[in-house]
């Protein structure tokens, strides 16, 4: 390695605190910037009468790329984490019945067949298709930087993508195995956050099936944030200083590079900088114009993953009839898409989910009550106020206690709504969004927003919006990505 350099990282979301590590396990110096004043990103925490709500992530799917994450600094996840597998996986409410989805794959093929006879078997090859892209899609594509098409002609990579049925929809190949449209839906569910209608989204990403089915939904104990709290850990035992409550306003330059972040409160000396922060805002509304990467029309063209309301609920009494991830398909699956992705509005009769983890974890409520999470999936920079979030929150609350048979609302003592105002002031998010760009298959790999700024020879970008794409895991792999494109350039 060359002389340290020191690395200004902004934000601490996932993806930064992944890009830091990898940089400072390197030797270099390494500072992260932190808008907010607790680390996290999306991914905070709060703490309220005793309830403790993460307010962002809720799913830990990919157990596989949080392990591998550990490991490359020689640690085990179980040295940071306790990790549960959750079975049920998730609870499904159909307009007439609730299915319990079970971790066991035997029991679940089982489930498929007293839905749909023969669909056990199809699962089988369904499944076996979804795990071949599944590991193309790790050991191939996501661990590139997306700047070039020759990353992806080697033999190994060219002889994976045949395999994986990019020209597809989701919306064909399901249909290609199942019938039954609640075998659809349960298939279908995890696309309505991946930013496009299961027509317009490839059949590719299947894959998200195979690590739902098969590598399980899991919970470490004390919630998300403590992935965050671990991931912390381990970047401060690298060297990694992290600061809250500076905001970066803006950069000095020198010689076609910054010299200088500044912040809200003060001036950093740096050689390169990683924004990990929200990709648009940072390139149309930090950098001078002459160094942006891309034009406002560039951006208003991209077609981005949903927004959400959100609602977190504490309440005095248990509730029956819910598991810790709940989904609710009793309206029309197409019908909500379609307002979310084809003619953006407010959803006449939303789809939601809901999450329970105290039913999990009884630390994350008073003993006897429940702590509730409520996202109904919206598109983005919709008009958010008081009285829509209000009159949304009755909808679902009703519904909710038809589905579960039981009064709820008489029994809430805390709540509070977080929306698309919301991200934009926290997260200086894109249009509100809440997932990033939606993964169709022009803004995947190099159709994504450049890691590398097109002008300025220190600048990058990791994070929802660039490479990989949404999601968790996804963002610890962008930062790995696009520390060691730095790296390379160090060196």
Known sequence: MKSKKNICVIGSGFSGISSATYLADK????????????????????????????????????????????????????????????????KVFFQDESIDIPANYEDLKDLFESIEEGSGEKLDLFLSQAEKKYKVGIQNLVYKPGLSIKEFIDKETLKGVLKLDIFKSMHSHIRKYFKNEKIIKLLEFPILFLGATPK??????????????????????GGMYKIVEAMVKLAEEKGVKFYTSEEVKKFSYS???????????????????????????????????????????YWDKRILAPSSLLFYIGLDKKLKNVSHHCLFFDKDFEKHAEEIYSTPRWPSEPLFYASFTSKTDTSV????????????????????????????FELIISRLEKLTNQNIKDHIIYKKSYGI???KKDYHSFKGNAYGLANTLFQTAIYKPSIRNKKLKNLYFCGQLTVPGPGVPPSLISGNVVANELIRNID
């Open 27 to 90: 030797g270099h110096n390494v500072y992260v910037l932190e808008k907010n004043s607790k680390l996290g990103g999306r991914a905070r925490q709060f703490i309220s009468k005793e309830f403790t709500f993460d307010m962002g992530p809720s799913w830990y799917w990919m157990p596989d790329v949080f392990e591998k994450y550990f490991s490359d600094f020689d640690k085990e996840i179980k040295d940071y984490l306790t990790l549960k597998r959750l079975d049920p996986s998730y």
């Open 365 to 392: 409520a008073p003993k006897n009550h429940e702590n509730m999470f409520l996202l109904i999936p919206i598109a983005p920079d919709l008009e958010d106020n008081r009285i829509i979030r209000e009159r949304y």
């Open 255 to 297: 010689k076609k590079e910054i010299s200088h972040v500044i912040t809200s409160k003060k001036t950093y000396d740096t050689d390169y900088v990683i924004c990990s922060g929200d990709y648009h805002h940072f390139d149309q509304n930090i950098l001078e114009e002459k160094y942006r990467n891309y034009s406002s029309s």
């Open 200 to 221: 317009n989204t490839p059949a590719l990403y299947s894959l998200m099936n195979y690590a739902d089915i098969k590598l399980g939904t899991w919970f470490p104990d």
């Open 421 to 423: 105002r919301d991200f």
